[in-house]
């Protein structure tokens, strides 16, 4: 059987230590019929190619939920896998699962739970409020986290996922420039991996909005929040898909893999051991998340049970991306919030 992950420890240290523990014989976190051998692809790819092409090669992929909508059709539901009180019995963090769910059916089984969370170093407290951000930044060593989709994603958090209102738009993109201006330049236009890199190495003490790892040894904090409202933030992680392209040879294996990555001792004892980030809920709730140094799970669950999730029609990807870039270019420029926002919205609705 092959899988495909993506490039980064928590995506591929849980899946490469259970094929070697399988390889080995005696697996104490159970045994399947047949091992899987897991390729990987850049974060890049992860992001934007598309799962139709991979399910061609692939009969297990970590996939993200926007790529859905274009991808039904060369996928098995977990319906024709498992019967409804095995998927009943599932529990998984904020609504991760929810966002394997389109057009009636359940594409994916969450294997990796994340969303956009604030980060710094130790002994530096990030404003839990929008508002009080910019001053804060003028003293503290701040960057953003926009490159990529990001800059479009950080957009949308600071927008409730109502990125269409244009109260909330122009208000968003003002606070982004606002904070643009006194954040590190270079490094802002990183991935979520390119900034958490500055802040281990000291060069940036704080991201007030991007998607938070596990194994970063910082201080982890619930996404800022307007006044009076919920910490805005876009859903992440990653969920397990099934390739239809010989689901008919291999379904008991498919199963059984699927089982045992969602099953406890998996996620709530292995994925912490190698630096995975699990998708059980369990985890998340516990009183130390497996990782009591960092309180990442605790300190971040109502961010987790908050947050938006993104559309997941046919073509939203590319569109997600060209409006990343429309964002991120504008406020470089520093087109004005109104006209950035118009320019945005045409673009939607042209699409």
Known sequence: MRGLTWDHPRGYAPLDELTRLDLAGDNPYGQVPEPIEWDRQPLEGFESEPITRLAQTYDVMVIDHPGLGA?????????????????????FAGRSYESYHLDGRQWALPLDAATQVAAARPG???PGTWPELAEFARGTRTALCLGGPHAFLMFCALCSGDFLDEEAGERALELMAELLALSDPELSLRNPIGVLDAMTADAVDCCPLL???????LTWSDAPAWPGAAPGSVLGGTGLVVSRRRIGTIREAVRAH?????????????????????????????QD?????????????A???????????????????????????GLLARTPAAALLRDLHEDWRNT
């Open 303 to 329: 961010t987790m049970e908050a947050a938006w999730i993104r559309p997941r029609f046919p073509g939203y990807i590319t569109l997600q991306e060209r409006s990343s870039a429309l964002i991120r270019d």
């Open 289 to 301: 998340g497996g990782r009591p140094a960092t309180g990442f799970y605790r300190d971040t669950l």
């Open 124 to 126: 530096v407290t990030v």
């Open 211 to 217: 998607y938070g790892y596990v194994t970063y040894p």
């Open 71 to 91: 991808a039904t059709d060369a996928l098995v539901p977990m319906e024709e896998l498992f019967g409804p009180d095995e998927l009943a019995g599932l529990r």
């Open 258 to 286: 699927l089982l045992r990555l969602t099953s406890e001792p998996v996620q709530a004892r292995l994925f912490p051991a190698v630096g995975g980030q699990p998708a059980a809920r369990s985890v998340w709730t516990a």
